[in-house]
């Protein structure tokens, strides 16, 4: 089962749609900001990316729709191939699908046994597995330190390199059990999310695919194209602002001969949008969520 959507009229709303418009939904998975998206076309057509082959299976029957099987960072060239013109809107939702975490074997949760995978796309190489069985303690510390923001990282990665020395780990089962000794009592699952959540980002480069995502975007929308963003973690979300505002990873808004800043957007959100109580009594994954729209100049 796929997640509803969260903040899906507020994201849908910040697109600012015109019915004849082209638009762009780079994480496709359960089509529900998608199909809310055709709900407002007319002459206006749709694409949509997702890399996991399951999600390929809820794409609509629909001439206004596309759908390509592919990851968003090679948007720009898809997008250029398919359309073949700039577009009037990007909606990214960075958020895991419910079907992905509540799906044993593809090794998310710390909720199930399962193997240790989290490839988002089952064509990639390397899943969890490798990278805590072959990455050197160093090279594993710093992913927890760097994407689980752990601060006791190379504790973690010891212990693992300690606990792979005797039998490889292979289950999300046998990873719990190699890190048990830091996990702090009440904050156990906060501190096995945080390692969960370091792991899949590696596996999934999620991080250096959003940046080449975001680099992109200006040279897909067309000037008054919006874009618009959810991110559920401090990094993508530090990310996607200093795009937002800079257009660059760093944040820096550099500045013509006159002093005039040049920034490929304005703002439309200055702080980020975030879901409301009842929609996280509703649905517990929109607690982190956060909303960021701009527009191109």
């Known amino acids: 089962m796929y997640h509803d959507p969260v903040l899906l009229s507020e994201s849908v709303d910040g697109l600012n749609i015109n019915p004849e418009g082209v638009y762009v939904d780079v994480t496709f998975g359960g089509g529900g900001h998608s199909r809310a998206i055709l709900e407002r076309l007319k002459g206006g057509h749709l694409y949509a990316f997702d890399q996991d082959a399951d999600a390929a299976r809820n794409a609509f029957d629909d001439p206004r729709f596309t759908f390509i099987p592919q990851n968003f960072r090679y948007m720009k060239n898809f997008v250029k191939l398919y ?31 399962g193997r240790l995978d989290m490839r988002m796309n089952q064509n990639a190489p390397v899943d969890a597995a490798g990278v805590v069985n072959t990455y050197e303690v160093e090279a594993l510390a710093g992913v927890f330190s760097r994407y689980g923001e752990l601060k006791n990282s190379m504790a973690i990665a010891r212990d693992i390199e300690l606990a792979r020395s005797v039998q490889p780990i292979e289950t999300t089962t046998d990873l719990k059990a ?38 992109q975007c200006p040279d897909v929308l067309k000037p008054g194209g919006r874009l618009v963003v959810l991110s559920y973690h401090s990094l993508e979300d530090r990310l996607v602002k200093n795009f937002m505002r800079s257009g660059n990873a760093g944040g820096t808004v550099e500045k013509d001969f006159f002093g005039n800043q040049l920034t490929p957007y304005k703002l439309i959100t200055h702080k980020p ?3 409301s109580d009842e929609e996280i009594a509703r649905n517990s994954r929109a607690r982190s969520a956060k909303l960021r729209i701009a527009e191109r100049v």
């Open 273 to 275: 949008v975030v879901p």
């Open 83 to 113: 359309a073949g013109v700039k577009v009037d809107g990007i909606l990214a939702d960075l958020g895991v699908s419910s079907y992905q975490f509540d799906t044993p074997e593809k090794g998310f949760s710390t909720r199930f046994e």
């Open 178 to 215: 190699a890190v048990v000794s830091h996990l702090p009592k009440g904050a156990e699952n906060k501190t096995l999310a945080q390692i969960f959540q370091a792991l899949r980002i590696e596996v999934n480069k999620e991080m250096e695919v959003l940046e080449e995502f975001l680099t």
